[in-house]
């Protein structure tokens, strides 16, 4: 037994020599046979670790296997280690951070379950054959591990990412306190654990806080009126904003949305997804749309509409063009009428190709207002095309500047014809003209409240037949009959089909409703699909309920929805058969018509 122990302290002894002789070469460097191997090799000396006691957890004893054929250790992958084994591994190093190193239960789990490949790399370590959670818990009472390798990870961080963060001295998470504490910190406040990792390779600063410095900073955001999920959004994809100051040019931005009403649409709906914020650039973008003519409703109007706008294009580019128009003659206010009536210039490759189409027919001698004109009419279609080179167009025309310039002036979309690159021009042209009605219908909807590209603009483009005038018209048409804006916009969102109508339908089903069945216009509001219904039905189904009604068979005033709703049998049941003559009124009232019910 006593020669056993020697033995055994022996080779132990042998092993620690064997890892410090390549940093002190005076050591001779003895032959160690079966050395357990090891994942690191740091350069302070090795600590001995002895667990004192194990966890509650359930026990496993598994072996290493692989889901996929009998593969070699060193080539497994996190998701070709089978659920049990994976599971073994997590129990293992959960006991080792939490039994032997003493953290918390909820960072050891949080740990364990989260780095999958470091999960790997500890399953190389020990034979195929051997039971994973003895071998590991034996692994580590010979190897301490580098601790900071999965709590990176776990915080969502990838392998690739880990070498530039690990610290060069240390290798235990217990003795960084100050790393630990604002970790704690941020866990309590609510951040996600898996974002935390982001956080910490773009501002490592936050970790290194004094303790309180950290919880005044959160608490900081919630003095300006920020809830806390915002804050916790907020600082997750922007953790720069906990470092140092507050910034001005954030709270500069927070004033401006909060004054155009949409800091909170925005952020719940956009921030939902790490997003880099540039809040200069976003406060430049705000600052160049006020001076291009926006309003700061249309300023609000367009952000909703499109977000990406704020937070990720650059209007650079239009930035440019604005500066060469108002150099090649156009007035401020032209360009603002511009910008205002079409916001898709903002669009970065939209500006691009209008800047082209202005050169060009500048380059073939087009008098400026000539170019105001075609550009303001046409500029849909020029903003979604690249055209070719004026000196490619003439040579292939075999025709001079002037010849082309008398040309696009007698049609202008001869332009598009000529000059695009598109192999299809004639469809082109064609497709501008369906591309003005949807964009007049898009227009009308945005109007409604539709976001822009949304699912819900996509459907309603389906579902409203008609030109965008035709549907304003019918949308006035019950304005003008007693209903305001705000509840006809509701009525539609309900039943778009409402304004599938023609205004002459809508005016008869409105006067039948109000002066012969005697409801108050009003009642469409709670029943907008009164108006969609056949107007052969809606006078058949009233026409019998009237009839029952001076009966003294039926309750006055029923609900719309009650009398169209509901299926022919239905109906019969309930306002047909309850009055001994009523079969005889139905029959006679359906015969009055064109066509049956």
Not at 252 to 277: H, M, Q, T
Not at 588 to 596: A, I, Q
Request: proline share 5%.
């Amino acid at each position: 037994m006593i020669l056993h122990r020697i033995s055994k302290r022996a080779n132990f002894i042998t092993e620690m020599i064997s890892r410090l002789q390549p940093h002190f070469p005076q050591f001779p460097s003895p032959a160690i046979a079966n050395k357990p191997p090891s994942l690191h090799n740091p350069s302070g000396a090795t600590t001995l670790q002895i667990r004192c006691f194990r966890s509650s957890r359930p026990t496993h004893n598994q072996k290493v296997s692989v889901s996929e054929g009998n593969q070699p250790t060193h080539c497994l992958t996190p998701s070709r280690i089978s659920r049990s084994a994976r599971i073994e591994a997590q129990d293992a190093l959960f006991d080792y951070l939490h039994c032997t190193r003493n953290l918390q239960f909820t960072d050891a789990e949080h740990i364990s379950k989260n780095a999958p490949h470091y999960l790997q790399k500890l399953l190389s370590s020990i034979d195929e054959e051997q039971e994973i959670r003895p071998s590991l818990s034996k692994f580590f009472r010979y190897n301490p591990i580098n601790e900071f390798e999965p709590f990176l990870e776990s915080l969502g961080l990838s392998p690739s990412e880990l070498s530039s963060l690990l610290p060069r001295n240390l290798m235990f998470l217990s003795d960084d306190i100050v790393l630990l504490e604002n970790y704690h910190v941020l866990c309590y406040y609510g951040v996600p654990r898996t974002k935390m990792g982001r956080m910490y390779k773009e501002a490592e600063e936050i970790f290194r806080y004094d303790y309180g410095v950290l919880s005044e900073k959160l608490r900081a955001f919630e003095e300006l009126g920020l809830s806390k999920p915002v804050v916790i959004k907020l600082v997750s994809c922007c953790p720069s904003l906990l470092v140092g100051d507050v910034s001005r040019e954030f709270l500069n931005v927070f004033v401006e949305l909060k004054g155009l009403g949409i800091w909170d649409d925005l952020i719940e709906g956009y921030l939902s997804e790490p997003r880099a914020c540039h809040w200069k650039r976003m406060l430049g973008t705000i600052e160049f749309l006020d001076k291009v003519g926006y309003s700061k409703k249309q300023i609000g109007s367009l952000f909703k509409q499109n977000p990406a706008l704020l937070f990720e294009d650059s209007v650079e580019s239009t930035y440019v063009l604005v500066g060469r128009l108002l150099k090649f003659g156009l007035e401020m206010n032209e360009i603002s009428t511009l910008f205002v009536k079409n916001p898709e210039i903002l669009s970065g490759k939209f500006a691009k190709n209008i800047w082209q189409a202005v050169r060009f027919l500048s380059y073939i001698g087009m008098e400026t207002h000539n170019i105001a004109r075609i550009v303001s009419v046409n500029f849909q279609i020029l903003g979604s095309h690249t055209l070719k080179g004026p000196k490619t167009v003439l040579s292939s025309l075999k025709i001079g500047k002037d010849e082309l310039c008398q040309i696009l002036k007698e049609d202008e979309l001869k332009l598009l014809s000529l000059a695009s690159k598109s192999k299809n021009k004639r469809m082109d042209v064609a497709a501008y003209e369906s591309m003005n009605k949807k964009q007049e219908k898009t227009t009308f909807l945005l109007r409604l409240g539709y976001a822009e590209n949304s699912d819900e603009m996509m459907k309603a483009l389906k579902q409203f037949r008609g030109r965008g005038d035709q549907l304003q018209e019918r949308f006035d048409c019950l304005v003008q009959a007693g209903l305001t804006s705000d509840v006809v916009t509701n009525m539609i969102k309900q039943a778009p089909t409402v304004l599938n109508q023609t205004k002459d339908v809508l005016e008869k089903k409105i006067d039948y409703l109000i002066s012969y069945l005697g409801y108050p216009l009003e009642s469409v509001i709670a029943c907008p699909t009164y108006l969609c219904y056949d107007l052969d039905r809606i006078n058949l189904r009233f026409s019998m309920y009237v009839w029952l009604r001076k009966k003294g068979a039926a309750k006055p005033m029923l609900s719309l929805s009650t009398i169209l709703a509901c299926s022919d049998s239905r109906f019969v049941k309930y306002f047909v058969e309850v009055h001994p003559d009523g079969s005889a009124v139905w029959e006679s009232l359906k015969n009055r018509l064109p066509h049956s019910s």
